[in-house]
């Protein structure tokens, strides 16, 4: 007896990509929404090795050729569609953040390695706003459907029983949660790692495989069990269940946390098992009803053109940051495109209505026709790909007027500072340290220090979060004379490896998971600049309360001032090894704004001036622990006196990131302060 279509496989597809386009929406309540994309790794195993089987079954072999041309009729015809209407879209009207997007995923898009372009291209998969972002998973499942047809075959061709060969199968997909579970527990998680464990081949395959495992042990329908069964009951119940658990892990789980990639994927993909051996039983009556309801079904084989058009959909219209009339607009949109490619390209030709159109075709004007329209799709395509390839990359914290350092006022401050220079009181007069900040009731103590060096650019390394990036690569011309810089900050990362930031901006997760290993980018980024001087920036992710191992710990109570001084005190240690002085500068009062392509919203914790305040008290701690070798250094006063710049977003683009005016503020504030500690 054939398996037949099994609408619940449907159903399942429906629930599985409704959860995706929650979390591609940006919804916290589905910040989990992703593990969709694993279902699918799991129906597409089980549904296409069971038909692998029935072909071998019935003909007595499998025709590759057949079976990939069955594939391509089914997934190409969306796919360049979406890449034709994306790319010229983005083209004609896009920003220059999505041309130079489109610039790195469009070619491994079409040729379905765009997971390994993300991961070879540097494009972290949390934080990315690409268009074309979401087919890493089209391109894990067509690298499946390239090689498993030649293993199963393989497998197959010598007459042995379907249980051995599945229970070797499933072993397999043990191996390689296991593999995936090893690589997880390294004592540094890093942000590349995390981006490997989620989009490669490799460690998405044990979906798949647990698929197509089970198809070799699990054919209920060539039982004929009778529906009204007790079994069929339980298989229901269970079945039933198995999916409120999915939604569930749906709701709660992140992307970056370790503990996704060392059980709760593996523990997703046996559910989506579970759920699948349900459906597909003829007993289960209650659970194949409800799967292989109208609805559910209906969204289910429309599943694959409303993926590959919701996401994209969602970036053009800015649909991603948990705003319900946003999202409604997307959806409307990617319900009427989505259904206009099902209709009209998808179902045709997957039926072999191209076929047919060109048979009918076949008169006098045939030939022209068919060449005309060939050398228009060809022409379109060559231009598209011509002009991503020439989009020169661009960097969103790049931008702002051109501005040049006044230097006569740094030469002169600094050279008052060779003289002079205040320091908290108690510490070395040798100490170049600069104190004073927001709100501090620290009170400076002018004392002499040593001479100024000699003339000549100082070796600047700025290592810490975002804001030194910005910092970094807005350069206002004429700095060169005073400062080499090099750029050592580890973007989304602060001082930590571990905890979920909570902000009282609903729906917001950040996770520091990923973070493992910044101490020693800082570190390296230091020793390769030769650094003299490692400026650290840090501020943005350090004002809020963090949840660490299921307990909160509150900002400005002891255990997070401990969490900060002490983490912070790693990264110091490791600039210090480098040969480096560090210099910590101040955190300036923030005024975030909700702007277009920024891939934080506007958190009201950044906006506090009394968390800004209190930090800076404790990098100052920081400092005065090692005041030979440590300094903190005022930022300008404008961020916090000044509200007409403080707000400007021609100096920070949103409130937090500066662009180059911004820069130069920061740099001719600090400049003084920084050439006067002493180098060798």
């Not at 706003?129 to 498993?148: G, T």
């Not at 020693?520 to 650290?536: E, F, N, P, S, Y």
């Not at 923030?590 to 891939?599: E, Q």
């Amino acid at each position: 007896m054939p398996m037949g279509y099994q609408p619940g496989l449907d159903g399942l597809r429906a629930i599985s990509v409704i959860a995706v386009i929650f979390y591609h929406a940006g919804f916290g309540w589905m910040h989990g929404g992703f593990l969709g994309v694993e279902v699918f790794f799991v129906v597409s195993g089980y549904l296409i090795t069971s038909l692998l089987l029935e072909e071998k079954e019935t003909t007595g072999g499998v025709r590759l050729s057949q079976f990939w041309l069955r594939r391509a009729r089914r997934l190409l015809p969306a796919l360049f569609t979406v890449l034709i209407a994306i790319g010229v879209w983005v083209a004609l009207f896009g920003t220059a953040q999505q041309q130079s997007d489109l610039h790195r995923d469009y070619l491994p898009g079409i040729f379905y390695f765009a997971n390994w372009g993300q991961i070879f291209g540097g494009a972290q998969y949390f934080g990315n706003f690409s268009p074309l972002r979401h087919l890493w998973s089209l391109a894990v499942e067509e690298q499946w459907y390239l090689m498993w047809p030649i293993a199963f075959y393989l497998l197959t061709r010598r007459k042995r029983g379907t249980g051995p060969i599945g229970r070797s199968i499933l072993g397999v997909s043990v191996g390689v949660m296991l593999l995936t579970w090893w690589l997880a527990s390294a004592s540094v998680l890093t942000s590349d790692r995390v981006n490997l464990l989620y989009l490669s081949t490799f460690t998405r395959c044990s979906g798949l495989l647990l698929g197509a495992g089970a198809a070799f042990l699990w054919r209920p329908w060539r039982a004929k069990a009778a529906s009204s069964s007790r079994a069929g009951s339980v298989l229901s119940v269970v079945g039933l269940g198995a999916a409120a658990l999915l939604v569930y892990a749906f709701t709660v789980v992140h992307l970056t946390d370790r503990s996704m990639y060392r059980w709760q994927l593996a523990s997703v993909s046996v559910l989506s098992l579970v759920a699948i051996a349900v459906v597909v039983h003829p007993a289960a009556t209650w659970s194949r009803s409800f799967f292989g309801s109208r609805a559910l079904v209906t969204v289910g084989k429309r599943s694959y053109g409303v993926y590959l058009w919701s996401w994209p959909i969602s970036v053009l219209c800015g649909a991603y940051d948990g705003t319900w009339t946003k999202f409604i607009m997307a959806m409307s949109l990617t319900v009427v495109v989505s259904e206009f490619s099902y209709t009209y390209i998808e179902t045709p030709i997957r039926k072999g209505g191209l076929r047919r159109w060109f048979a009918r075709q076949r008169d006098i004007d045939w030939s022209t026709r068919t060449i005309a329209g060939g050398v228009v799709i060809a022409a379109l395509g060559s231009s598209l790909l011509v002009f991503f390839a020439n989009v020169q990359p661009f960097d969103r914290a790049a931008g702002g007027d051109n501005v040049s350092i006044d230097l006569t006022k740094v030469e002169a401050a600094a050279a008052a500072a060779s003289q002079t220079a205040t320091v908290p009181a108690g510490t070395s007069q040798a100490t170049p340290t600069v104190a004073g900040a927001v709100a501090s009731s620290t009170q400076p103590t002018v004392v002499s220090v040593a001479p100024i060096q000699p003339a000549g650019p100082a070796r600047l390394v700025i290592v810490g979060d975002s804001q030194a990036h910005a910092l970094a690569i807005n350069l206002p011309s004429g700095i060169e004379s005073a400062f080499t810089i090099t750029d050592g900050s580890v973007e989304g990362c602060s001082v930590y490896i571990d905890g979920n930031v909570r902000s009282k901006r609903a729906g917001f997760n950040r996770s520091f998971a990923d973070c493992g290993g910044w101490s020693d980018k800082w570190g390296k980024a230091a020793t390769k600049a030769h650094a003299q001087i490692a400026l650290v920036v840090l501020g943005a992710w350090d004002v809020f309360d963090v949840e660490v191992g299921g307990q909160l710990i509150a900002f400005n109570t002891p255990a997070a001032d401990k969490r900060f001084i002490d983490d912070l005190g790693i990264g110091v240690a490791a600039l210090r090894s480098a040969g480096s002085k560090v210099a910590l500068l101040e955190v300036p009062c923030m005024r975030p704004k909700d702007v277009k392509g920024a891939g934080v919203p506007a958190l009201p914790e950044r906006a506090d001036d009394a968390r800004v305040a209190h930090l800076n008290d404790l990098l100052r701690q920081v400092a005065a622990a090692d005041p030979a070798n440590v300094s903190f250094v005022n930022g300008p006063t404008e961020w916090c006196n000044d509200q007409a710049i403080a707000t400007n977003l021609g100096y920070r683009w949103d409130g937090v990131h500066v662009y180059k005016p911004g820069a130069k503020l920061i740099y001719e504030t600090i400049a003084p302060a920084l050439l006067a500690i002493p180098r060798g």
